[in-house]
């Protein structure tokens, strides 16, 4: 099997700052051949405070409606209402309170999982580049760099020697 040419190599990912292809990975103006990379993993850092804060807040906003049924439940026992007002009360917080929010709840519960996608740890690609260890990418976005770290493994599988005996 011979090796690609530059202009039929394959390409695996690219956003513009991060190429990866079956002939080179190139991250900004740095970049080694395939071939050069001999090993690939990754080092996680700590999470991040304020990623974890911001997750909080945005699971506080989305109570809101459980806080106005607290809140008219309160408001029922302080009045010694009977059952069918307590339940009453409850549910047109719980009406009002959605109806306040509007889409809100929607937008806060995409977000929410936008940051779970994106994660709230360090992330760093290790290459083993010709004996050497050199850190190749350094992000927050497990989103963006679960796809390049997915998209080198695939490029070094792909120009890794055939193993002798199989097909």
Known sequence: MSRLSAQEAITYYDD????VTSAVVRVGQRGCPIGD??????????????????RGGLALALLGTLA????????????????TVTVALIGAACLLGLAVLGPLP??????????????????????LLRGHPVPLLTSRDALRFGQIHRALRRALERSAPPVPGRH
């Open 16 to 19: 513009g700052a991060v190429l």
């Open 106 to 127: 929607d937008l806060l519960l995409d977000r929410l999982d936008r940051s779970y996608a994106h994660g709230s740890a360090q992330l760093r690609l290790w290459v």
């Open 37 to 54: 990379i001999e090993r690939v993993w990754v080092e996680r850092g700590g999470r991040s405070w304020r990623v974890l804060a911001g």
């Open 68 to 83: 106005a049924a607290v809140l008219a439940l309160v408001v029922a026992v302080r009045l010694h209402a009977s059952g």
